[in-house]
């Protein structure tokens, strides 16, 4: 059974840092290329990054240069470093792995950035 558990958020001033963390069990993880996905209350799911089995990675527009994925295979990790927070980074940020047509989610880690 596939589980990923994400931990790390928290409230944090605007330009401020966090590092979310996720830690998938249940697969072959080194196998598997692993996504940030967000949540903002009234808005629908968007993806933030991904991080492929070969290290190659993918940002949204309004993130580059401010979040870095990366990963540790050997840990069944994934990261997400977020620098220079906005309010509007506010949100619930979800781990996923999918699999042909098939997405895992974790629980979700809310992030909120306010002064």
């Known amino acids: 059974q596939v589980q990923l558990v994400e931990s790390g958020g928290g409230l944090v001033q605007p330009g401020g840092s966090l590092r979310l963390s996720c830690v998938g069990s249940?697969?072959?993880?080194?196998?598997?290329?692993m996504r940030w996905y967000r949540q903002a209350p009234g808005k629908e799911r968007e993806l933030v990054a991904t991080i492929g089995t070969a290290g190659y990675t993918y940002y949204a527009d309004d993130v580059k240069g401010r979040f870095t994925i990366s990963r540790d295979s050997p840990k069944n990790t994934v990261y997400l470093q977020m620098n220079s927070l906005k309010p509007e980074d506010t949100a619930v940020y979800y781990c996923?792995?999918?699999?042909?047509?098939?997405?895992?989610w974790g629980q979700g880690t809310q992030v909120t950035v306010s002064s």
């Open positions: 996923n792995r999918r699999s042909g047509l098939s997405d895992s």
């Open positions: 249940g697969f072959t993880f080194s196998r598997s290329d």
